[in-house]
């Protein structure tokens, strides 16, 4: 029996870029021109990927040379084989349960799950003009885009290819931009109330130890 074609299959290129741009979207509701950036951002790691995923594989055709030298029994244009870290690793079995595409999915699903936390958290303090300091913002400023880049990271765990590997560390540099443009103008909206979260609440990674409730109090957090 013939094998099913890897790539070249532009049909679920578009579909699955569709599909999870909409996801994410449905997830961050971007309303300034601040939030289209980091979301047009996103959307063209997604495409890249998907891709490279069931369209051109360029990373296999750049490495094959190398990986047919290194794993020669390897079919490297068979799809499972684009796992490349289950490969690389000598996963046998089907790479969709190996243990790199297992802590991929974690990573998506709670890098989707901060960025909807954090909207909603977000949403309700815009629209009675206070400060989000409550939610996913209890323990870091900007828990939306730590989640693009844990849903980012947990893709490269799962198909990592040339291009998005390029393109992670641009645009984890343009959220930080992002969030230290946005901190200037929420600064300059609330002034000291701001300036105190900012004291005790960290930027994007979350503090290991346990919050002293002193500061919660300041924040007019119980």
Known sequence: MQEPQAYGLWSLVILNSVLFIFFAFSFFKPNTARDW???GAFSAFLVALFTE???FPLTIYVLSGWLQSR???VDWFSHDAGHLLETLFGWKANPHFGPFHIISALFIGGGFWLISAAWRVLYNAQRTGELATTGPYR???HPQYAGFVLVMFGFLLEWPTILTLAMFPVLVFMYWRLARSEEKDTLAAFGEPYAAYTRVT???LPKLTRRDRGADTALGRS
Do not use: K, T
């Open 71 to 73: 794993y020669p029994g």
């Open 37 to 39: 950036r980091s979301f």
């Open 139 to 141: 323990s870091v400023r």
């Open 202 to 204: 960290p930027a994007f």
């Open 53 to 55: 995923m069931y369209g």
